[in-house]
């Protein structure tokens, strides 16, 4: 390992250390052992989720207790306008106009910030600790203000820290930041289950099973994302011997799981908004519908699993561009054996690429509804996320090929310097 891949990988670590240290600042005036006495009635449901994603910081309020959800909020809602409206399409695909996207993008984000918080905030004004303490210890109006602010500068330097791992560290900066959430609760988790064992109220037995199927979880999920249907390209002889010192790639690979990780939390974001408005009324009614939605009920991951799929499809459908494929392999001289250049490539990609997303979008219910069943039927003192297990694979597996990457680059370099 050389000194230039050291340096990326110290930086990185460095940046993700003071990411740690920012979920232990909490939020000028609350009463952080009211708010984690909620966090840990809701352990195993969605908010346990929630509090998983940002690393423990929601259940300390911290000033980063947001996470970097915001950003990535912005970020969804720029892409959908990207694909429905051309001109901003374009925008992004041009350098200069990149820049500007980015920074739409970076406006978009303070704006959901400061209406989460000022939500969260005024929330928080009806919680309570089991003793009667309130939640919020200073005048309301002057918290909804610091809570706001603070917020706001939590996830402002979150998405500085993400950026400077991307651009000085190794990979992506946002998905490391997530990643470095959901590792940090571990050690908690493990001592958790090490407690229930040891004063008996789970069994070895149970500890064991719970393994195997966390084992068999990361290894389906890493078999699914390796995968991908490669189709093969062929070139004209004129293109091939225009290319001869350069390296053209003779298939087009598309992955089984083309949506990524969007879909589970897309779906989980819209069930878990009706859950928390109604949560507080006090309607006969509402409460009933409440009940119905419980995320700890059969229903709601009955919808989730729909939701999954629905949103596995639509996203797919933006990131992977048929018509532009098949427009750029005609451009280059290649085509695909037994299909016509132009409308017949695309519609031959579409009709597989369609197939291989119904394959990913069960995959990706099912590793959505997983918690909940393990929670059920084992007693498990944590949320034990197949979403999760799934970011934290994608960004291990994504970290590692930049590594590699980099390892091979220097190798080049160093053979380029010798004159071999």
Same mark, same amino acid.
């Given at each position: 390992?050389?000194?230039?891949?050291?340096?990326?990988?110290? =930086?990185?670590?460095?940046?993700?250390?003071?990411?740690?240290?920012?979920?232990?600042?909490?939020?000028?005036?609350?009463?952080?052992?009211?708010?984690?006495? &909620?966090?840990?009635?809701?352990?195993?449901?969605?908010?346990?989720?929630?509090?998983?994603?940002?690393?423990?910081?929601?259940?300390?309020?911290? @000033?980063?207790?947001?996470?970097?959800?915001?950003?990535?909020?912005?970020?969804?809602?720029?892409?959908?306008?990207?694909?429905?409206?051309?001109? !901003?399409?374009?925008?992004?695909?041009?350098?200069?106009?990149?820049?500007?996207?980015?920074?739409?993008?970076?406006?978009?984000?303070?704006?959901?910030?400061?209406?989460?918080?000022?939500?969260?905030? =005024?929330?928080?004004?009806?919680?309570?600790?089991?003793?009667?303490?309130?939640?919020?210890?200073?005048?309301?109006?002057?918290? !909804?203000?610091?809570?706001?602010?603070?917020?706001?500068?939590?996830?402002?330097?979150?998405?500085?820290?993400?950026?400077?791992?991307?651009?000085?560290? @190794?990979?992506?900066?946002?998905?490391?930041?997530? /990643?470095?959430?959901?590792?940090?609760?571990?050690?908690?988790?493990?001592?958790?289950?090490?407690?229930?064992?040891?004063?008996?109220?789970?069994?070895?037995?149970?500890?064991?099973?719970?393994?195997?199927?966390?084992?068999?979880?990361?290894?389906?999920?890493?078999?699914?994302?390796?995968?991908?249907?490669?189709?093969? =390209?062929?070139?004209?002889?004129?293109?091939?011997?225009?290319?001869?010192?350069?390296?053209?790639?003779?298939?087009?690979?598309?992955?089984?799981?083309?949506?990524?990780? !969007?879909?589970?939390?897309?779906?989980?974001?819209?069930?878990? /908004?009706?859950?928390?408005?109604?949560?507080?009324?006090?309607?006969?009614?509402?409460?009933?519908?409440?009940?119905?939605? %419980?995320? %700890?009920?059969?229903?709601?991951?009955?919808?989730?699993?729909?939701?999954? @799929?629905?949103?596995?499809? &639509?996203?797919?459908?933006?990131?992977?561009?048929?018509?532009?494929?098949?427009?750029?392999?005609?451009?280059?001289?290649?085509?695909?054996?037994?299909?016509?250049?132009?409308?017949?490539?695309?519609?031959?990609? %579409?009709?597989?690429?369609?197939?291989?997303?119904?394959?990913?979008?069960?995959?990706?219910?099912?590793?959505?509804?997983?918690?909940?069943?393990?929670?059920?039927?084992?007693?498990?003192?944590?949320?034990?996320?197949?979403?999760?297990?799934?970011?934290?694979?994608?960004?291990?597996?994504?970290?590692?090929?930049?590594?590699?990457?980099?390892?091979?680059?220097?190798?080049?370099?160093?053979?380029?310097?010798?004159?071999?």
């Amino acid at each position: 390992m050389n000194k230039t891949l050291t340096n990326k990988i110290l =930086i990185t670590l460095a940046f993700l250390f003071a990411y740690r240290i920012l979920a232990y600042v909490p939020v000028p005036g609350v009463n952080v052992s009211v708010i984690k006495e &909620f966090f840990d009635s809701n352990a195993s449901n969605a908010l346990g989720l929630f509090n998983m994603f940002s690393g423990g910081a929601a259940e300390r309020l911290s @000033i980063i207790s947001l996470g970097i959800m915001p950003y990535i909020t912005a970020s969804i809602i720029m892409e959908l306008l990207a694909a429905t409206f051309p001109n !901003i399409g374009k925008m992004k695909k041009e350098r200069d106009g990149m820049q500007k996207y980015m920074q739409i993008i970076r406006y978009a984000t303070i704006v959901i910030t400061l209406v989460q918080s000022i939500g969260v905030s =005024i929330g928080l004004q009806s919680l309570h600790g089991k003793a009667g303490q309130s939640a919020i210890m200073i005048d309301m109006n002057t918290f !909804i203000a610091l809570s706001a602010v603070s917020m706001l500068a939590g996830t402002m330097l979150l998405m500085w820290i993400g950026e400077q791992i991307t651009q000085r560290g @190794i990979g992506n900066g946002i998905s490391l930041i997530i /990643f470095g959430g959901i590792v940090s609760t571990i050690p908690s988790a493990i001592s958790g289950t090490v407690n229930l064992v040891n004063t008996g109220e789970m069994n070895f037995l149970t500890i064991i099973a719970i393994l195997v199927v966390i084992l068999l979880t990361i290894w389906a999920i890493i078999i699914v994302e390796l995968g991908e249907r490669r189709i093969p =390209i062929s070139y004209s002889r004129k293109v091939i011997m225009q290319n001869q010192n350069k390296r053209i790639m003779n298939y087009i690979p598309i992955k089984i799981n083309l949506s990524g990780v !969007i879909p589970p939390i897309f779906a989980s974001a819209i069930l878990m /908004f009706p859950s928390t408005i109604l949560q507080s009324s006090t309607n006969e009614y509402v409460l009933k519908i409440y009940d119905f939605l %419980n995320p %700890n009920g059969f229903f709601f991951h009955f919808l989730t699993f729909l939701l999954v @799929i629905f949103f596995a499809y &639509f996203y797919a459908s933006i990131v992977f561009n048929a018509k532009d494929i098949a427009e750029n392999l005609k451009r280059q001289g290649g085509f695909i054996p037994g299909i016509r250049p132009g409308e017949g490539t695309a519609n031959y990609l %579409n009709e597989i690429a369609s197939r291989l997303t119904l394959s990913g979008s069960i995959y990706l219910g099912l590793v959505s509804t997983l918690p909940w069943l393990i929670v059920k039927f084992f007693g498990v003192p944590f949320y034990f996320g197949g979403t999760s297990v799934l970011i934290v694979v994608q960004v291990a597996l994504d970290t590692m090929r930049k590594i590699e990457a980099q390892i091979y680059m220097n190798k080049y370099q160093t053979l380029s310097a010798v004159g071999l």
